[in-house]
């Protein structure tokens, strides 16, 4: 069945560092992919999405692209702020939105 | 900017006891979802519900679940005879598009209801 792979966290950056959090997927066809974020005591929030392979997904400084070669939707920032310390969740939707396990990040100020 | 919402944030029950958790999804939305989450685990598929009837479940959903649209804007997940492992977090979610049908279904969460089972 479909399934969703995330990087183990817990992910521990300084302010302003790089962030990446890799995903992969395996199903069949063609699913879009989700990056859905979870602050402390929150619900689920999307934060960015990509419909086809080569989509780029963006949304608050955060990016991901849809490689359908490497079956892959990374997550990128180029400088994480602490505001950004949370949970993030992987997902993609085919039949019915299968997540990732989250990967939770910590930024230290 | 429309939101799903759900009552009540926490609910403590007995176990054996039943409970029914509340969402509102969002007005022009045709699908509705409720999701779980065990603490510190990921977020699993419940039920899926369209067109007044259940679309697709997982196997978590079992006899002891059910949900309703008892109305045009309450979504409801009720849980017959609680049991400890039923503990989590249960989002509600709403899109306006179904997931199967175009695999583009953006969902929108509500904040969760922390269910406790003691």
């Known amino acids: 069945g479909d399934s969703v792979t995330q990087m183990e966290g817990p992910v521990t950056l300084s302010e302003e560092a790089f962030l990446t959090i890799n995903c992969t997927y395996t199903?069949?066809?063609?699913?879009?992919l989700f990056w859905y974020v979870q602050y402390p005591g929150e619900g689920l929030q999307l934060l960015l999405k990509a419909t086809k392979a080569d989509d780029k997904g963006s949304n608050k400084g955060f990016e991901a692209t849809y490689r359908k070669e490497t079956t892959s939707f990374h997550l990128e920032k180029g400088s994480v702020q602490v505001s950004d310390s949370a949970v993030y969740f992987c997902?993609?939707?085919?039949?019915?939105?299968?997540f990732g396990p989250g990967t939770r990040l910590s930024v230290l100020p | 900017e429309p939101e799903v919402t759900q009552t009540p944030s926490h609910q403590v029950t007995q176990m054996g006891q039943e409970v029914i958790l509340r969402c509102v999804p969002i007005?022009?939305?045709?699908?509705f979802y409720w999701y779980r989450q065990i603490l510190g685990q990921k977020v699993e598929f419940l039920v899926s519900f369209y067109n007044n009837e259940i679309s697709e479940k997982s196997e978590i959903f079992d006899d002891q679940f059910s949900v309703e649209r008892p109305d045009g804007s309450n979504f409801t997940l009720k849980i017959r005879s609680t049991k400890l492992e039923d503990s989590a977090m249960y989002f509600c979610?709403?899109?306006?598009?179904?997931?199967?049908?175009?695999?583009?279904?953006?969902?929108?969460f509500g904040p969760g209801t922390r269910l406790t089972v003691t």
């Open positions: 199903a069949t066809g063609y699913p879009s």
């Open positions: 007005s022009n939305h045709l699908y």
């Open positions: 997902a993609l939707s085919r039949q019915n939105f299968v």
């Open positions: 979610a709403s899109s306006l598009q179904g997931a199967y049908t175009s695999g583009r279904g953006e969902q929108y």
